[in-house]
C-alpha cells in the first residue's frame, strides 16, 4: 500500500450537539493511497495515544473524500477520510496518532512509498520507508478556545524566486517549532490546534512551463489565444498535473507537510490555486 500524499489534517464543525458544552475535539485525517477502487476502504485502523503511550481512541471507519482512480497510472488512487472525535479533558493534550492492521494491533503501519516523478534531481533520493507515527497534535482543554495559525503564499510563483532564498521553508519551520514548544505558562494552550489558509496554497504557475500545450498557448499572440478553441482532454490533463503539484509541494517531510500532519486546516482558493 502506498502513500501518495499526507496525512493531511481538516477542520470541521464540532461534533458536539452543544456549543457550549465544548466536551470534544473534532476533525477529519485525510490520506491519499493508490488504492484501484473507492469501493473497498482500506483495512486501517486510525489510533490515537496520549504521552504516556495509553490509546485515547480508535477510529475504524474509513469514507472516500475524493475518488481519483481514473487519473494516468503513476498518480492514481483514492484520497480516504476518517472522522476524528476525542474527548476533552481538563487540560491539553498532546497526542499521537498512526495506523494499524486489524490483525496486528499496536504496530504502526509502514506505508511503501511512491516511485518518484520522472528522474527530478530532487526526487532521486532513496529515502527508506519507516513506520508512519505523528505526534503532537494538541487537542485544547474543556471551554477554551482554540489557537489559531494563518498563513498564505506557500511557496513562488518562478523557480528563481525559490533559489534566492536561503531558508526556503524557514518560516513553515518557526510554526513548527512554536506548536511543539510548551508555553511559559502552564495554564495557556500549547501549540495550534487550527490552521488557517488564506489562498495560495500552492503556486500552480510552473503548469506554463511543464505542460506542453500551455506552453505553446501561452507564446501565442494574444489576440489568437482569446480564439483558440479549448483543446480536447486539456481538463484531465490540467487535472493530473494539480495533483502532482499538491503531491510534490504538500509531500514530503518539509515545508507545509509537518504542520498540516498534525494541526486541522481550513483553506480558501486564491488565484496561484
Known sequence: MKLLLGPILYARAQATPDPKSHDVWS????????????KKPPALRLCFRDAKGQRVAVFDEAKPAADLTALPKDTRGVVWRWEVILPR????????????????????????????????????????????????????????????????????????????????????????????RDPVDPAKTPGFQLLLGGGDQLYADSLHNTLDVLNAFMKLPRSERLKLPVPDGLSEKLFAEYVWLYRERWGGSQGIAPVLRRVPGLFMWDDHD
Request: hydrophobic share 40%.
Open 89 to 180: 479533558t481538563d487540560v491539553a493534550q498532546r497526542l499521537s496518532y498512526h495506523f494499524e492492521s486489524p490483525d496486528t494491533p499496536g504496530v504502526p503501519v509502514t506505508f511503501e512509498r511512491p516511485t518518484p516523478r520522472d528522474n527530478r534531481p530532487w526526487s532521486s533520493k532513496v529515502i527508506p520507508p519507516e513506520p508512519l507515527v505523528v505526534s503532537d497534535v494538541v487537542v485544547p482543554a474543556k471551554g477554551v478556545s482554540p489557537n489559531i495559525a494563518f498563513f498564505s503564499c506557500n511557496g513562488a510563483s518562478r523557480a528563481s524566486d525559490w533559489s534566492n532564498l536561503a531558508q526556503p521553508f524557514a518560516l513553515w519551520e518557526r510554526m513548527l517549532q512554536q506548536h511543539q
Open 27 to 38: 476533525f477529519f485525517v485525510n490520506v491519499f493511497l493508490d488504492s484501484t477502487s473507492a
